[in-house]
């Protein structure tokens, strides 16, 4: 007696054959299968719009050296667009990478941050003297003095140019950090000796002392300002300075010149840094910390020196948006050179901007994901194929089906550029992300239609169709991938999409795609399956379950 389609035992060998299939294709030890196997149903918001589960992480655990990056998952990293968003709240920077220079969540922590030094200036000087000292205040330069944050934006796009910085520096560009210039000329008018210390070098030191003098300081002079030496002619090492290796670290230089200047008699009753590598290390009664989540410069202790209270912060609370800028202060702000590095580590990049692409936090999330998906996606393909169900699933290109870190990285610098993606698009460069080739060769194979819905327009779609052949896909076909129009020629917005305005948004585009497939004129497939690294490529329902893919590189609402 032969087995029915809906027979417990056909049903388990179908299963077991799709899963001992995908155990195979992904090299995974039969000990591992069991719980690699165990299904994970995830959102399932059928055809309707319950997309309440879709919504992107809000809170995230970051070690400041990028570490996390290994344990944290993709959806635990913070988003690096969402990040430049929040620093852009913060700065109150409308998006073009310079700050408001009147008013901004910035400003006003900033001159939180004074009001309360201030109010103890006076106090804190009267006490140096009457126990006989000579007090001191010492200031870092770089956003704690000096504002580079239009450089760092504007200028650099986060992506830090020493030649650029050196042109910012001769050509005194930077204003004075909002506040500061009030807060330093007040401290000196009450007595206190002021010192500048900065890892700006000794070629820079005219430049920036006439910069600082420019925008209101009265009382940096050449002599209590330090630079760091070149090595080059008379700038050398300081006397005063020994380090472990022949090139100093950061505290190292900075620790021990306030110890210099300890020894010539000052007390330092105040040290003011925007890093934490500008206070630690000691010689400084108090360290003053001030916010700046645009770049981050790790420095080691001095050995033997414990110093937990100068630590970044781990945990971190951002909106998608970018609206946390305007809450969370600087502190709270995820910085983007720890996202980065975060990112690097996921993705296996040693630092130069291509990932690893045979093992890496990344690759190995993506198999734990396939392997969870993919056996019950082939049963379920194979019964709604049995039942004439015209079973299908839908995938999203970019980081869903082919893989973009290298382009985004190495070569944009997380600066996304159109002109430059066609490039990578036309000549099909890009590599599959890791397993997905499994997972849609299984769907295929089960029963299921692959459909290509994707952001890439009309001009790109046959490179596209030709690089996911060139790398291993064999299911997409023209007429069931779909590219958005350029609004040129033929090109045109077709008429089963009606968007609210005249820009469709990626939802309107992708939610109402789904739903033509889905009718009688796009083919009547039943969508048991939509695959995408964008929460966007998801919401809007027309597909039994939905399946995000990791992606913090990107962020596209």
């Given at each position: ?9 056909r ?10 299939a ?100 006076k106090?804190?000087y ?71 210390l ?82 630690q ?73 291509i ?9 190995r999330?993506?198999?734990s ?42 070569d ?35 029963g ?29 076909t ?31 585009y ?11 004129s ?16 998801l ?19």
């Open positions: 007696m032969s087995d029915s389609l809906h027979s417990p035992s049903f388990r060998r179908v299963f077991v054959g799709a899963a001992s995908l155990v195979l294709a992904l090299g995974v030890g039969l000990a591992d299968a069991p719980a690699a196997l165990a299904w994970d149903p995830g959102p399932g918001n059928g055809h309707g719009h319950g997309d309440t589960a879709l919504t992107p992480r809000t809170s995230f655990t970051m070690a400041p050296d990028g570490s996390s990056g290994a344990t944290q998952g993709g959806e635990g990293i913070p988003n690096i667009d969402s990040d430049k968003k929040t620093i852009a709240t913060y700065y109150g920077d409308p998006g073009t990478g310079i700050a408001n220079k009147t008013d901004s969540p910035y400003i006003r922590e900033l001159g939180g941050i004074l009001a309360r030094e201030k109010a103890e200036l106090a804190e009267d006490r140096a003297v009457q126990q006989g000292q000579k007090p001191a205040i010492v200031f870092d330069a770089d956003d704690t003095t000096l504002w580079t944050y239009d450089m760092e934006v504007a200028d650099m796009h986060f992506q830090f140019n020493p030649a650029e910085q050196d042109v910012w520096v001769q050509g005194q560009r930077f204003p004075a950090t909002p506040g500061m210039v009030d807060f330093v000329n007040q401290a000196a008018a009450l007595g206190y000796t002021v010192f500048g900065t890892g700006r070098n000794d070629n820079q030191k005219a430049a920036t002392l006439g910069n600082l003098d420019k925008v209101g300081y009265t009382a940096f002079t050449s002599d209590r300002f330090y630079t760091k030496w070149t090595g080059t002619g008379a700038s050398q090492q300081p006397s005063y300075i020994t380090c472990a290796a022949a090139s100093c670290t950061t505290v190292e230089y900075k620790a021990l010149t306030r110890k210099h200047i300890q020894d010539l008699g000052y007390t330092i009753t105040l040290n003011v840094g925007d890093q934490w590598s500008d206070l290390g000691g010689y400084a009664e108090e360290a003053l910390k001030l916010p700046n989540p645009t770049y981050y410069l790790p420095s080691p202790d001095l050995p033997g020196v414990s110093e937990p209270q100068l630590a970044p912060r781990t945990h971190f609370t951002m909106a998608p948006d970018g609206s946390s800028g305007a809450t969370e202060g600087g502190e709270g702000i995820p910085n983007i050179d720890s996202v980065k590095k975060s990112i690097a580590t996921y993705y296996g990049d040693p630092g130069t901007g990932a690893n692409k045979t093992d890496s936090p990344y690759i999330e993506l198999r994901i396939v392997l969870r998906q993919a056996p019950v996606l082939a049963a379920t393909c194979f019964v709604e194929k049995k039942l004439h169900k015209n079973p299908a699933i839908v995938l999203d290109t970019d980081d869903t089906t082919l893989w973009t870190y290298d382009m985004e990285v190495a944009m610098h997380f600066q996304f550029n159109p002109a430059e993606q066609d490039v990578w698009v036309q000549q099909q460069r890009f590599p599959a992300t890791p397993h997905m080739t499994t997972l849609a060769a299984v769907a295929q194979k089960a299921c239609t692959l459909i290509g819905l994707t952001g890439r327009n009309d001009d790109q779609k046959a490179a596209t169709l030709g690089n996911l052949a060139k790398v291993g896909y064999t299911g997409f023209a007429q069931n991938f779909y590219t958005k129009w350029t609004g040129v020629g033929a090109s045109q917005q077709p008429s089963y999409i009606t968007c609210a305005t005249a820009k469709c948004t990626t939802i309107e992708k939610s109402q795609t789904r739903a033509h497939i889905e009718s009688p796009g083919g009547r497939y039943d969508i048991v399956a939509n695959f995408g690294d964008q929460f966007s490529d919401i809007g329902g027309y597909a039994d379950r939905t399946v995000k893919l990791p992606n913090p590189t990107y962020y596209l609402p």
